[in-house]
């Protein structure tokens, strides 16, 4: 059994390519913003018009809102729901699971439609998949390696709570 | 499962308060959220009841200070203390990185601490994640009620240990925060066992809340290096 949940990590290249993806998609969508949420919640990149709202709680509201969403599938004798659409007056969402551990929220208005949306972000989860996918495998590769931002840290943070 | 951000510069890792109903799971966050400085921490969330009974998760960012330059970002949680909610409790134990279990001292309560306890260990090995293995703390809260049970017979009913079946960790280890006891000893038996670390408190004035923060924050980056 393992000791607990992994962790993970992605460098500055795997953030710009990812931003890069998000953009394009944006651009594409007419979409006013994307986020990236991880399944336990913590939010991982905003791309677009910055929001007017708390991210942080906003990323949150949204692993929590997928993870009851899974169960509800489940419970109706389907695996999961791989997308979520919230439909609202004048703002809208629609979520997307990539790799089965990150959530892509898109947020958008009525300067675009649902079609254009749901179309174009297919090439953007194929795209963000694969790169999720790698820096997965290189955290699991990472764990046997042993090499951790804090290793040999412990004085440090011994002080950090004294 | 804790989140390195090379680009943000931020390490984020997940603590959830687990325990019985009304054991006082979402007082500690709102202690750590009346206590802080504004700017180190974020907005308290809280999905309650009308009757303020917690029905998914609260929840509270804060930041905890730096290390080797990156920002330490803990997101605490609580779950449902009522067991009718069980499903979304199990939800929030995702990606845990460490456990604060809440116990309510009262002699009343130790069936229900017992029960919540059972559970957690139940919802973490269906995540197949090993509670012994991760950090993991325990509070006693409530420590000023006259019919709190004394320490020791918490202890002995929620905390009794787990063996200790590696050699390289059979080794006698004293409890930092209190004088004269183990985390880890051998039993007259022959037998080697753990307990967690435990803290007394009373949430409701703020006392003990932050010894626990400190305490599950440590373990947590202990466990990251």
New interface residues.
Partial sequence: ????????????D??SAITDSLQRFLGESNARCALLV?????L?ATVGEPPNF?P??FA??T??DF??ND?LAKLIGENDFNSLFHQGEKESMYLADIARRVILVVLFDNRTTLGLVRLKMKTTVEELNHLFTAVFERARDARHSQT???????D???K??Q | ???????SKE??C?IVYYGPGLGGKTTNLEVVYGKVTPDTR??L?S?ATETERTL??D?L?VD?????G?K?RF?LYTVPGQVYYN??RK??L????GIVFVGDSQVERMEANQEAMQNLYDNM?E????LT???FVIQYNKRDLPNAAPIKELQASMNPGWEVTEPEKQKVTPDPNHPGENLIEQLPTGEWIERAPYFEAVAVTGEGVFETL?GI??AV?????
């Fill in positions: 059994m393992a000791a607990g949940a992994a962790s993970w990590s992605f460098t500055e795997d953030y991880d399944r336990a919640g913590q991982v708390d942080t709680a949150t509201l692993a929590a993870s009851a169960q951790g931002l804090l290793a040999g840290a412990e440090e943070i011994d950090m709570f | 499962m804790s989140m390195i951000n090379y680009a390490i984020n997940k974020g907005k969330i999905l998914f998760f929840f960012p905890l200070g730096q290390i080797r990156f330490t997101h499903a979304s939800l929030i995702k990606g845990v990185d090995a995540y197949g994640y090993d293995k991760m950090p400190r924050s440590k980056l202990k466990a990251l290096s």
